[in-house]
């Protein structure tokens, strides 16, 4: 079992920053994908950015650019620097992690392992 907790939203004014952090525990292998998704009131969550076990990313088109996704594995932690804040940007967002050592698809469907959630609120 994996356990993540995510921590660091709020509510930012548009073009403000925030960061997000998710820590895992509870790891018993050594490759996993890990990624950030979002789910904004009535509508379906979606993802926002992977990175796998070597360090590759990929970002959904709305938030490339402005979100980065990186990783301490040192800290087991994961997280989502996001700049140019928008109020599309809106929602709760959710860790989650999946043992596998190839390329990571941003599909919340792929992903067995995910944090409660923190709120991250972007008004105009």
């Known amino acids: 079992q994996v356990q993540l907790v995510e921590s660091g939203g709020g509510s930012v004014q548009a073009g403000g920053s925030l960061r997000l952090s998710c820590t895992a525990s509870?790891?018993?292998?050594?490759?996993?994908?890990m990624g950030w998704f979002r789910q904004a009131p009535g509508k379906e969550r979606e993802g926002v950015a992977v990175i796998d076990s070597d360090g590759s990313t990929w970002y959904a088109d709305s938030v490339k650019g402005r979100f980065t996704i990186f990783k301490d594995n040192a800290k087991n932690t994961l997280y989502l620097q996001m700049n140019s804040l928008k109020p599309e940007d809106t929602g709760m967002y959710y860790c989650?992690?999946?043992?596998?050592?190839?390329?990571?698809?941003?599909?919340?469907?792929?992903?067995?392992?995910w944090g409660q959630g923190t709120q991250v609120t972007v008004s105009s």
């Open positions: 989650a992690a999946e043992p596998f050592g190839g390329s990571c698809p941003i599909m919340a469907g792929f992903f067995g392992y």
């Open positions: 509870g790891s018993t292998y050594s490759k996993y994908c």
